[in-house]
């Protein structure tokens, strides 16, 4: 047994992505000028939480099909999805839920897919109101887009963490590949979202997801913009990314809410 723990112990540490502090805090979430599911604008509390820097790549995703002997996604073997950086596609929730569970019983942790609260939280990066991570230029205008349109994202995603990060330091939180989130998806959920840590509807039909996607036309979507789809589909442009619970000792002071 002795000789083994340090073993595990490697393991673990190897399982363990990344992560990000999330710190908590107030923010205004939704897009007065998105689509309709994106009002009304509402104040937000979330509780500080830990997120990967980085989407689930095909390296890390192998580990948990070999210690579960699960099988592949379906685009697994396809070169244009199979390099070991790339972010894993063609997971449906289901999947990217167990990914989960089986990272919690590798590591001792408490991994999850994040709320879509979460995820918009995280992807401003502090900037309250603007369109994008980085302000509201259009992404067309950024520096590299049309490099990287021109590359990877002819035919699949790029590998993570290639362009710049967020304010956060998080990679490719609104580009690549949409990432599933854990609430059930509802168009008219914000009208009655509670304001702190809201979870989505109690029951659905469809999975709520966040991000952008190599697919599109325009490849980086807006901070506030929603997607879902129902959670057995497995698309080439789906992916996933891990939050993490943090411990709180004692209970916890949210401050009053900006109007």
Not at 23 to 37: E, K, L, Y
């Amino acid at each position: 047994m002795e000789e083994t723990q340090p073993l595990l112990r490697a393991r673990a540490e190897e399982y363990i992505p990344a992560l990000v502090r999330i710190p908590a805090g107030w923010f205004f979430m939704g897009c007065d000028t998105g689509q309709d599911n994106e009002r009304p604008v509402h104040p937000v509390w979330i509780d500080e939480f830990l997120l990967a820097a980085c989407q689930v790549t095909n390296i890390d995703y192998g580990h948990f099909l070999r210690d579960t002997a699960s099988l592949p996604p379906p685009f697994w073997s396809n070169p244009a999805f199979n390099h070991p950086e790339q972010p894993v596609v063609g997971v449906s929730w289901s999947e990217a839920s167990h990914y989960c569970e089986w990272l919690n019983a590798s590591t001792g942790g408490k991994f999850r897919l994040p709320t879509e609260a979460e995820w918009e939280r995280a992807a401003r990066g502090g900037r309250e109101g603007a369109l994008f991570p980085w302000g509201d230029a259009p992404p067309q205008s950024l520096r590299g887009y049309a490099d990287r349109c021109a590359g990877y994202w002819k035919t699949g995603p790029e590998p993570v963490a290639r362009a710049e990060p967020n304010a956060y330091r998080l990679y490719n939180m609104c580009d690549n590949v949409h990432e599933w989130c854990s609430d059930w998806y509802a168009p008219g959920y914000y009208a009655v979202s509670p304001e702190r840590n809201p979870r989505g509807p109690e029951t659905g039909e469809r999975r709520a997801s966040r991000g952008g996607s190599w697919r599109h036309h325009i490849k980086m979507s807006r901070c506030a913009a929603r997607s879902s789809i129902p959670p057995e589909f497995k698309y080439a442009d789906y992916g996933f990314r891990v939050a993490c619970d943090v411990t709180i000792a004692g209970p916890q002071q949210f401050p009053e809410r900006r109007e």
